[in-house]
């Protein structure tokens, strides 16, 4: 019995790790990875001390404590790890704003005040007495659901930097479940200044001691380190008997966690409507920017929205030496920068930390004199963007996959929202569903 899972990531990881321990000979999985190191979006870079996460900043939390455990243990038990409690702010021109918005209206200046006050009881009146209807688009949506004000002064801008396209090319079902809906009279408290409690959804959060976020996927990788092929991209997987040939290997079992919209320039036998919804599926990368710091310390927060234009390109700053001590030098600290980026574009040259940095020190955040240097990492995918027709074609994509026994998994493997937490989930119960049969050979 050979299996191959494609990617090493925290989703191959996962699912190897989980066959393992449910009794299967390791010897009988290979994981291929491109990378030179295993953990895909999980991974963390460090430079002269100060460590950051590539693909913008990772907490570890999950409303499953099971999984929770199983990730702290992978990444060397409770001691490895730092407990910490959320603080994040919206900055909004020299003021911190709570998080949610709509709980920190009280936080802005009077008319902005006003006007996100006004807007949300306006929505809140047509949604709850008038019930109309959600809007399909996302544009819509945000005016339905939180009033022009919040629309103006905070979601559009905001979602303008992460989305990179019109808000109303976005559907809103993906969002729809997702944000929960605060009760009108914690709003109406706080437009007029009485502290609200907001949702305790990631109140807390984990974070390695060490070597960032990526030490999670270097202990899921290290019991498994004879099994991944480092440095070895798929070129081509090719359906053989029962099995699959893999770059030429045989394989009676593949699991693909590699992007959707990628199976086509390896798998050959996908039919041309198949690949043309797969290569259709939208993304956008990211590029993160550590700031390393010569300042002691920060203030206590976990990390930032940054809705304005003038604040720079970067939607978020993660105070990333506030996750760990051990993310910056003694008497050091680090900011990291996030920016999203188009599909199929360059990414920009250094004008980028420019522009960043500028947008920081307009925002209050820095002064460039406390910089020691910056440091930048990029990944092609980031995030699914939930483009009209995506939902169609992401079906089409995984109905193909899972008929042809490819198996996909992982966030961009199914085109999942998914963090690592809900990857290492589905990893684990894709590896009960398969032992049996991995199991009779
Ligand atoms: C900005 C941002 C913030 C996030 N924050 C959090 C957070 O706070 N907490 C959290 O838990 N999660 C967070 N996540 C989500 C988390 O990063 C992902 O859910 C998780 O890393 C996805 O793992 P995966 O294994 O499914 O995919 P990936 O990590 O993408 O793994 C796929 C692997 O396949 C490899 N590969 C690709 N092509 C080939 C090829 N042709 N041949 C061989 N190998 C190939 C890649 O190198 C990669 O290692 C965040 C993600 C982003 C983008």
Redesign the pocket.
Request: glycine residues 22%; charged residues 15%.
């Given at each position: 019995m050979k299996i191959a899972i494609?990617?090493?990531?925290?989703?191959?990881l996962a699912l190897a790790r989980a066959l393992v321990e449910g009794g299967l000979d390791a010897d009988t999985l290979t994981l291929?990875?491109?990378?030179p190191v295993a953990?895909?979006?999980?991974r963390s870079k460090t430079v002269d001390g100060f460590t950051y996460d590539v693909?913008?900043?990772?907490?570890?939390f999950s409303k499953d404590t099971d999984t929770l455990e199983w990730m702290k243990t992978a990444g060397g038990g409770e001691e490895a790890f730092v407990r910490r409690d959320r603080n994040t702010r919206i900055r909004f021109e020299d003021r911190w704003v709570q998080y949610p918005f709509e709980n920190g209206l009280g936080d802005l200046p009077e008319q902005a005040n006003f006007d996100c006050l006004a807007g949300y009881v306006h929505a809140w009146h047509a949604r709850t007495k008038d019930d109309t209807e959600a809007p399909a688009d996302f544009a819509g949506w945000v005016r339905w659901r939180f009033g022009d004000g919040i629309a103006d002064h905070f979601m559009d801008p905001y979602n303008a930097k992460i989305w990179k396209r019109p808000l109303d090319q976005l559907t809103s079902d993906w969002v729809a479940g997702r944000v929960p809906d605060a009760p009108i009279e914690d709003v109406l408290r706080a437009a007029i200044g009485i502290q609200t409690e907001g949702y305790g959804h990631q109140a807390i959060f984990w974070y390695p001691k060490k070597d960032g976020f990526q030490a999670i996927t270097d202990g899921m990788a290290s019991a498994l380190s004879t099994r991944i092929r480092l440095s070895?991209?798929?070129e081509e997987v090719v359906r053989k008997g029962e099995g699959w040939s893999v770059n030429g290997e045989d394989f009676d079992h593949v699991v693909c966690?590699?992007?959707l919209d990628?199976v086509p320039t390896?798998v050959p036998e996908v039919p041309g409507e198949v690949a043309e919804a797969m290569r259709g599926l939208a993304y956008n990368g990211?590029v993160s920017i550590l700031v390393a710091l010569d300042r002691p310390e920060h203030p206590d927060l976990s990390w930032i929205y940054l809705p304005q234009t003038a604040q720079g390109p970067a939607n978020r700053v993660t105070y990333m030496s506030n996750y760990s001590p051990g993310n910056a030098p003694e008497g050091k600290t680090s900011l990291m920068l996030?920016i999203t980026h188009p599909r199929d574009v360059p990414f920009p040259g250094s004008e980028l930390e420019a522009e960043s940095i500028d947008g920081l020190i307009h925002a209050g955040l820095l002064t460039k004199d406390e910089i020691l240097f910056t440091d930048r990492s990029t990944v092609d995918r980031?995030?699914v963007v939930y483009e009209f027709g995506m939902a169609e074609r992401r079906l089409a994509a995984l109905e193909w996959m899972e008929a042809a026994g490819l198996n996909p998994l992982?966030?961009?493997?199914r085109y999942d929202y998914?963090?690592?937490?809900q990857?290492v989930i589905k990893a684990r119960a894709m590896a009960a569903a398969l032992l049996p049969k991995f199991q009779r050979g």
């Open positions: 494609l990617g090493a990531g925290v989703s191959g291929f990875e491109a990378a953990g895909g979006l999980c693909a913008g900043g990772h907490i570890l070895t991209r798929i966690t590699l992007p990628l390896f990211l996030e980031a995030y992982g966030r961009f493997g998914d963090n690592s937490d990857c």
